[in-house]
């Protein structure tokens, strides 16, 4: 114990010295305190012991802190849609409640008036006011609905007139969703050359909007697959990400397809503009059947135009076929496509 603190005694004197301008070196004094500790290691080794790890500790600490120091996080971006868990804006989906056989005499009788007079607005048409009359003595709490749902039909028939031209800005806007509209499939379950003129326009689009999301729609009119998962595999094997992709296999008509599709659209937040495609004969009463969705959803959706794409085939559909498809999506909103 005597020899110990003797030890410590002539170390401290040295290491003063050297402080007080000793003729020794620092580099001297460093080194005789070092020997003098490892001289007092053979008596009581735990001393040294901690002095080193003390010191290690220290030397680590500084050398951690210089390597270690995270760099600043870079943002990566993604052309593929990606989701929100918030709708944008609140919204109000319309439940027509139980429809009276009279009541449905009357809207189809509704749509049949004005789809006939495609040139005319509602409300210089007599026979379209006559059966707002109609409606308003059984069913007024309908009007304002069909009011609303006679409008958005006026904006189809704009976008006709004005040749189906969308703007660059709409198709680049952030939200936006091609809606591509099935064809019965060949008996093989291969996609037939109709609905192969959709699908070049839609990959068309797809591949020049990256943003946009696409939305097959068609249900199983063969046996082996549904239209819209045949579309969305002729997609993706041209380059489409698959994760852009939306598909609805229920449906087997135009009303279907809208009722369907918004089952799907609308868990998907971020979506809030539609662009239809379809057959150039078929593109005004589907966008017409999708804008009145559009209507029953709240102005959730908006259509903002469609694309007509070319096509062997000449349809014209009688208007009481589209009088049942307007009836159909106006009757089934609330059980097909809210429930």
């Given at each position: 114990m005597y020899n110990k603190i003797i030890y410590l005694f002539l170390a401290s004197l040295l290491c003063g010295c050297a402080s007080l301008g000793s003729t020794l070196q620092p580099e001297t004094a460093e080194s005789t305190a070092v020997k003098a500790a490892q001289e007092m290691t053979e008596e009581d080794p735990q001393v040294i012991q901690i002095t080193v790890e003390e010191s290690e500790m220290a030397e680590i600490t500084l050398e951690t802190t210089a390597e270690t120091t995270p760099e600043p996080a870079t943002e990566t971006t993604s052309e593929i849609p990606t989701e929100t868990t918030e709708v944008a804006e609140s919204y109000v989906e319309y439940d027509p409640g139980v429809i009276s056989p009279e009541e449905k005499e009357i809207i189809k009788k509704l749509v049949e008036d004005d789809l006939?007079?495609?040139?005319?607005?509602?409300?210089?048409?007599?026979?379209?006011?006559?059966?707002?009359?109609?409606?308003?003595?059984?069913?007024?709490?309908?009007?304002?609905?069909?009011?609303?749902?006679?409008?958005?039909?006026?904006?189809?028939?704009?976008?006709?007139?004005?040749?189906?031209?969308?703007?660059?800005?709409?198709?680049?806007?952030?939200?936006?969703?091609?809606?591509?509209?099935?064809?019965?499939?060949?008996?093989?379950?291969?996609?037939?050359?109709?609905?192969?003129?959709?699908?070049?326009?839609?990959?068309?689009?797809?591949?020049?909007?990256?943003?946009?999301?696409?939305?097959?729609?068609?249900?199983?009119?063969?046996?082996?697959?549904?239209?819209?998962?045949?579309?969305?595999?002729?997609?993706s094997a041209r380059g489409v990400d698959p994760r852009r992709i939306l598909i609805e296999e229920r449906s087997d008509n135009t009303s279907g397809n809208a009722l369907y599709s918004y089952r799907v659209i609308r868990n998907i937040p971020s979506i809030r503009h539609l662009v239809i495609i379809t057959s150039f004969y078929h593109v005004l009463s589907a966008v017409e059947t999708f804008q009145e969705l559009c209507v029953l959803s709240g102005d959730y959706l908006d259509v903002v135009g469609g694309v007509p794409c070319e096509s062997a085939l000449v349809k014209n559909y009688m208007p009481s076929t589209l009088a049942n498809w307007m009836y159909d999506v106006f009757a089934k909103f609330w059980t097909h496509a809210v429930n």
């Open positions: 006939n007079t495609p040139d005319v607005p509602p409300e210089d048409d007599s026979n379209v006011w006559a059966d707002i009359e109609a409606l308003q003595a059984i069913a007024p709490q309908h009007v304002d609905i069909w009011l609303k749902i006679l409008d958005k039909w006026e904006e189809a028939f704009q976008f006709e007139r004005e040749g189906w031209n969308l703007s660059e800005e709409t198709l680049s806007s952030d939200g936006l969703c091609f809606v591509v509209l099935g064809f019965k499939l060949n008996p093989d379950g291969t996609v037939a050359q109709e609905l192969e003129g959709r699908l070049n326009r839609t990959l068309e689009l797809a591949l020049n909007y990256p943003k946009a999301y696409i939305m097959c729609c068609g249900g199983n009119t063969n046996e082996t697959r549904s239209e819209g998962a045949a579309m969305k595999e002729w997609l």
